[in-house]
């Protein structure tokens, strides 16, 4: 199984403050890494997919890079309705894994 | 606007068959660019995905859950079913439907979920 490492685990900022969240693939998943932002008693949503690719209606200060192994998800300014949890996720081999979540408090 | 709902009952108990349907509206099931994902999320942990199926019925599942886990389409229902036999407390967990992109028959992200519904195990 590809294991998929988050860090930081959680992190606590400002609003305004910049943010990055990085994914870790125990080995290559190529550009096949998605990320999801889940806020409490809410189904996970759709950020980013394809490494990079913003998903429609998902604000600009979302963004993400990566490739192969190591990926990046930043908020470039926070917002207070940014606090959740976000989960990397990669469809590049069986089983499909996520990552352990990484808790964006405010 | 697509819209999935997940059913099925709340309480299951231990050795029990745990069964969960999906319905999906504001779209078909039949659609050749999609899969139907399950995953589910116990209480204060990580997402885990159980498994995918393609409307023709070819699916994909996590081995970790494979000899216990059915998922089917129905699709003149417009539905997807989740069955998991023999459950235990383990499977106590917010279970969620969610349809999944399709990259040449591959199973890609979930771009629409439902809400969920909750299932704990217990006697």
């Known amino acids: 199984d590809i294991q998929m490492t988050q860090s930081p685990s959680s992190v606590s900022a400002s609003v305004g403050d910049r943010v990055t969240i990085t994914c870790r693939a125990s080995?290559?998943?190529?550009?096949?890494l998605h990320w999801y932002q889940q806020k409490p008693g809410k189904a996970p949503k759709l950020l980013i997919f394809?490494?990079?690719s913003l998903q429609g209606g998902v604000p600009s200060r979302f963004s993400a890079s990566g490739s192969g192994a190591d990926f990046t998800l930043t908020i470039s300014s926070l917002h207070p309705e940014d606090s959740a949890t976000y989960y990397c996720?990669?469809?590049?081999?069986?089983?499909?894994?996520f990552g352990g979540g990484t808790r964006v408090e405010i | 606007q697509l819209q999935l709902q997940e059913s099925g009952p709340g309480l299951v108990k231990p050795s029990e068959t745990l069964s969960l349907s999906c319905t999906v509206s504001?779209?078909?099931?039949?659609?050749?660019?999609?899969?139907w994902g399950w995953i589910r999320q116990p209480p204060g942990k990580g997402l885990e995905w159980i498994g995918s199926?393609?409307?023709?019925?070819?699916?994909y599942y996590n081995p970790s859950l494979k000899s216990r886990i059915t998922i089917s389409v129905d699709t003149s229902k417009n539905e997807v079913s989740l069955k998991v036999n023999s459950v235990t407390a383990a499977d106590t967990a917010v279970y969620y439907c969610?349809?999944?992109?399709?990259?040449?028959?591959?199973?890609?992200?979930?771009?629409?979920w439902g809400q969920g519904t909750r299932v704990s195990v217990s006697s």
């Open positions: 969610a349809r999944q992109d399709s990259l040449l028959e591959w199973p890609y992200f979930f771009d629409f």
């Open positions: 504001g779209g078909s099931i039949s659609s050749s660019s999609h899969y």
């Open positions: 199926i393609y409307y023709s019925g070819s699916t």
């Open positions: 080995q290559g998943v190529s550009t096949y």
């Open positions: 394809d490494a990079s």
């Open positions: 996720h990669q469809t590049y081999n069986m089983p499909l894994t």
